[in-house]
């Protein structure tokens, strides 16, 4: 049976292992190496996670499947300059092997869930250029792109 929980401080040597399969795996694709120096989330990876666990503005999920944990995700709430409320998914992440079994969607739907109580008036996720597995995940559980990046390597 597949489900996400919050995370707890003991979730947390397992989250960095899923993160760094995540870096692997998104390392490999087209805008994979900037987005591992630019918007991955820094070193160490164990104090950087752990300390989401205590903010109130931002969610860590384990996503299970027979009680082992197969995923993550986090989000965080921004707030704009004209003071309304973003919901930010920075990361989502699900093993291989574990993946089209509903783990992903409980996730996305509990951070999602998260940033409504938030009050957030959206919530924003990326997905690499050419990652066509993200980009539909992303589409099945309600996004549509809304900016498009363009970048050129010098």
């Not at 040597?13 to 870096?23: F, H, P, Q, S, T």
């Not at 752990?50 to 503005?57: I, N, P, Q």
């Not at 969610?59 to 704009?80: K, M, N, P, S, W």
Request: net charge negative.
């Amino acid at each position: 049976m597949d489900s996400a929980r919050p995370a707890t401080p003991a979730d947390v040597a397992r989250i960095v292992e899923l993160a760094y399969a995540m870096r692997v795996e998104l390392g490999e694709e087209r805008g994979g190496p900037l987005w591992a120096t630019r918007e991955a989330r820094p070193e160490p990876l164990d104090a950087a996670l752990g300390a989401l666990l205590d903010r109130d503005d931002a969610a860590v999920l384990v996503g299970t499947y027979d009680d082992v944990v197969v995923g993550f995700g986090a989000a965080h709430v921004e707030v704009l300059r004209d003071g309304s409320r973003l919901g930010i998914v920075d990361e989502i992440y699900v093993e291989p092997e574990a993946r089209a079994v509903g783990v992903g969607e409980k996730l996305v739907g509990q951070l999602v869930d998260f940033c409504r109580a938030a009050g957030c008036a959206g919530v924003d996720a990326t997905a690499l250029p050419g990652h066509r597995e993200a980009k539909n995940f992303f589409e099945r559980a309600g996004f549509s792109a809304r900016l498009l990046v363009m970048h050129r390597s010098l």
